[in-house]
């Protein structure tokens, strides 16, 4: 039986952080054993927000690509490419534009939300308003039968469904297929300020990061506020360093630590260094991909290079029924 298609993309902004390693790139890492995955640099995308500061963009796309091939995605499993290699995408997002109301865009609940969080930035423009119709063509071009998201991407993809649907509706040719949400629990890390991890907060833990770095960083971690002294009791449940233990440590040690604290038999320092060894074990295997990665770096764009040649393939395919459709 053939397998499902998957789509996903990533805005091109640098070295990942542990978050979006957990966020995406792990199920990404897992669907492609089981799914045909198309994953894609979203590099238009960046520009709906950054467009006056593209400098570091080519730099950013590389280092993203390499932490996609650290953390075990394999092109010979997945399909990789980047947007802006493909043109089909903007001649699909200029005619999926045609047909889609300007109400379903300006009703996107992300669109008014980022609008007042993103500042400093003149966001009031043709592409921000529209940038969902330009996802609905990076997936609809793909005829992916499922999107991976989370509950607050969900507005998007059911305008994307909105958007194929009336495209088959208004030219009567079933060209595109409505993809269906896959939906997963998001495990979301805060940073080591216990705040939301963000590399503009300084607050990551990155994968790239050597075991030195690690240590450095986990050692500054906030820990439970109500614990001053070495003999006051804890509470793992209120602690950043317990949460991370949940997800880096094994199970059985992550109980003793849990009993010790709340008897102040470990102190802070102690029980960060534990967790301090065990995400470098974790992330050992991604570093070791990595230096073979960048002793060989004309290989990750071998790999773009021929993704994108398979990717477009099926976009020639598309736009020809979709050009079809609409007699042009
Ligand atoms: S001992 Fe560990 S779990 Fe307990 S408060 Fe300190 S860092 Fe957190």
Known sequence: MDKKRILSGMQPSGRLHIGNLLGALNKWVAMQEEYDCYYFVAD??????????????????????????????????????????????????????????????????????????????????????????????????????????????????????????????????????????????????????????????GNAIMMADTPEEIKKKVSTMVTDPQRIRRNDPGDPEVCNVYSFHKIFTPAGETANICASCKKAEIGCTDCKAILAENLNRYLRPMQERRSLILAKPEKVWEAVDEGTLKAQKIAKATMKEVQEAIRL
């Open 44 to 201: 238009w995308h960046a520009l709906s927000t950054s467009y006056e500061d593209t400098h570091e963009i080519k730099d950013n796309i590389f280092n993203m690509l390499v932490d996609w091939l650290a953390a075990g995605i394999d092109p010979e499993k997945a399909t990789i490419f980047i947007q802006s290699r493909i043109p089909e995408h903007a001649a699909l997002y200029l005619l999926l534009g045609m047909i889609t109301p300007v109400s379903w865009l300006e009703r996107n609940p992300t669109y008014k939300e980022k609008m007042e969080e993103i500042k400093g930035k003149d966001l009031a423009t043709y592409g921000f308003l529209g940038y969902p119709v330009l996802q609905a063509a990076d997936i609809l071009m793909y005829k992916a039968n499922m999107v991976p998201v989370g509950v607050d991407q969900l507005p998007h993809l059911e305008l994307t469904r909105e958007v194929a649907r009336r495209f088959n509706y208004i030219y009567k040719k079933d060209v595109f297929v409505e993809p269906e949400a896959l939906m997963s629990e998001v495990l979301k890390l805060l940073g080591t300020d216990n705040r939301k991890m963000s590399k503009s907060y």
